[in-house]
């Protein structure tokens, strides 16, 4: 069975740090690229990073571009998500995906976590 497990959610003020992960387990992601999307409520969930099985291709939606910052270690099948200067905006649960291509929309992702919540105050 797979599982995505992510963590490290929680309640920040605006413009501290939050570091997610989300562990994979249950089959190898062998050449897999994991994303990372978000939906705040009442609204659509949207791309926010991905990240390809070797690293060398890497893309962020231009709303936190410059402020988060994924990365993955392959030997412990998990992948990050360092956001940095959070705004109250970027509250939402935020759930990672996996997924054969690159893509940015949901749909393309087969796999998915529950979600961690991160909620910025002003």
């Known amino acids: 069975q797979v599982q995505l497990v992510e963590s490290g959610g929680g309640l920040v003020q605006a413009g501290g740090s939050l570091r997610l992960s989300c562990a994979a387990s249950?089959?190898?992601?062998?050449?897999?690229?994991m994303g990372w999307f978000r939906q705040a409520p009442g609204k659509e969930r949207e791309f926010v990073a991905t990240i390809t099985w070797g690293g060398t291709y890497i893309r962020y939606a231009d709303s936190v571009k410059g402020r988060f910052t994924i990365s993955r270690d392959n030997a412990k099948n998990t992948v990050y998500l360092q956001m940095n200067s959070l705004k109250p905006e970027d509250t939402a649960v935020y759930y990672c995906a996996a997924d054969r291509s690159r893509g940015t929309s949901a749909s393309e992702y087969d796999y998915w976590g529950q979600g961690t919540q991160v909620t910025v105050s002003s």
């Open positions: 249950g089959r190898t992601f062998n050449g897999y690229a």
